[in-house]
Nanobody
Framework: QVQLVESGGGLVQPGGSLRLSCAAP????????AGWYRQAPGKQRELVAL???????NYRESVKGRFAISRDNNKSTVDLHMNNLKPEDTAVYYC????????WGQGTQVTVSS
């Protein structure tokens, strides 16, 4: 069974920063589109950021200028650098890898609160 391993969630004050990281098996990460979704309590899962195999990126409007997605094809990892975090960013963040088949991580909690 394919497993995506996430790390880096936690509790941070408004205005703070966090970095999420996701490691995927090499055989599915190559040529994939990878990224992050999030789901807040009582809400649907929503796209946060995507990066494709040629490193073109796509962000939801509310995180543009604050979040940055990157990938390392040698390590088969995709990272999400989150700056100037706001309470409305609080959610469970899920790693996503699409190589024809879609794979999800188990989710990591991000809580932005004073």
């Amino acid at each position: 069974q394919v497993q995506l391993v996430e790390s880096g969630g936690g509790l941070v004050q408004p205005g703070g920063s966090l970095r999420l990281s996701c490691a995927a098996p090499r055989e599915i990460f190559r040529l994939s589109t990878a990224g992050w979704y999030r789901q807040a309590p009582g809400k649907q899962r929503e796209l946060v950021a995507l990066i494709n195999s040629v490193e073109s990126t796509n962000y939801r409007e509310s995180v543009k200028g604050r979040f940055a997605i990157s990938r390392d094809n040698n390590k088969s990892t995709v990272d999400l650098h989150m700056n100037n975090l706001k309470p409305e960013d609080t959610a469970v963040y899920y790693c996503y890898v699409n190589r024809g088949t879609i794979y999800w991580g188990q989710g990591t909690q991000v809580t932005v609160s004073s």
